[in-house]
């Protein structure tokens, strides 16, 4: 069974300060989904990343892969308050034609001024 | 504007009875999802279809049935057999192997 794993699953810094979420997950995968989520909203995707070594940056955020090590890292720079928010990664499964994705529990980031 | 459309946002449902959460897509996506979402947890995949006409089993379908008739439309049924129904529910659609994106999520309560 396929696990996906995040840490810290709170995440409490102040702004200014860096920080980096972890994801693990158990199984080979090449394709890897990082998505944010406000207090009862919606999932809205952040970055996609598809091979290896792949980066992505976006603002303040940047996420890396290593399918090798199944680690995604997702790093805070000089975080901001409207950062706040439950980020969650996801790992894609490919069996035949099927293509699902298994999410991680979340990281519940607070950016305290 | 191209979208998911989740109806409706909140939903009250009595003991027994079943109900019936809409997905409408415009994107002219292959691949529709539903998820679960329990307050303060990740995502959990009821079921999915990767096109019409055919879908499979999540990790959690029992007590939840779905049809697709139309390729933008993806219906999901909350039977009286889900005891613990009261949650978050997302739709979700994409081509396959791209990103999935989400609909804004139907709030189910059990009175």
């Known amino acids: 069974e396929l696990k996906v794993e995040q840490n810290p699953l709170f995440l409490s810094m102040q702004e200014g300060k860096n920080y980096t979420i972890y994801c693990n997950y158990s199984?080979?995968?090449?394709?890897l989904y990082w998505y944010r989520q406000d207090p009862g909203k919606s999932l809205e995707s952040l970055f996609v990343?598809?091979?290896?070594?792949a980066v992505k940056q976006e603002g303040r955020l940047m996420a890396s892969l290593d399918t090798k090590a199944r680690l995604s890292t997702l790093h805070i720079t000089a975080a901001v308050h409207d950062l706040s928010a439950t980020y969650f990664c996801?790992?894609?499964?490919?069996?035949?034609?099927?293509?699902?994705?298994?999410f991680g529990t979340g990281t519940l980031l607070a950016v305290q001024p | 504007d191209g979208g998911i459309t989740q109806s409706p946002k909140y939903l009250f449902r009595k003991e027994g009875q079943n109900v019936t959460l809409s997905c409408e897509q415009n994107l002219n996506h292959d691949a529709m999802y539903w998820y679960r979402q329990d307050p303060g947890q990740g995502l959990r995949l009821i079921y999915y279809s990767q096109i019409v006409n055919d879908f499979q089993k999540g990790d959690i379908a029992e007590g939840y049935s779905v049809s697709r008739e139309k390729k933008e439309s993806f219906p999901l049924t909350v039977t009286s057999a889900q005891k613990n129904p009261t949650a978050f529910y997302l739709c979700?659609?994409?081509?396959?192997?791209?990103?999935?994106?989400f609909g804004e999520g139907s709030w189910l309560t059990v009175v």
């Open positions: 199984t080979t995968s090449d394709r």
């Open positions: 979700a659609s994409s081509m396959p192997g791209n990103t999935i994106y």
């Open positions: 996801a790992v894609a499964v490919y069996g035949g034609a099927t293509n699902k994705l298994i």
């Open positions: 990343l598809l091979s290896n070594g």
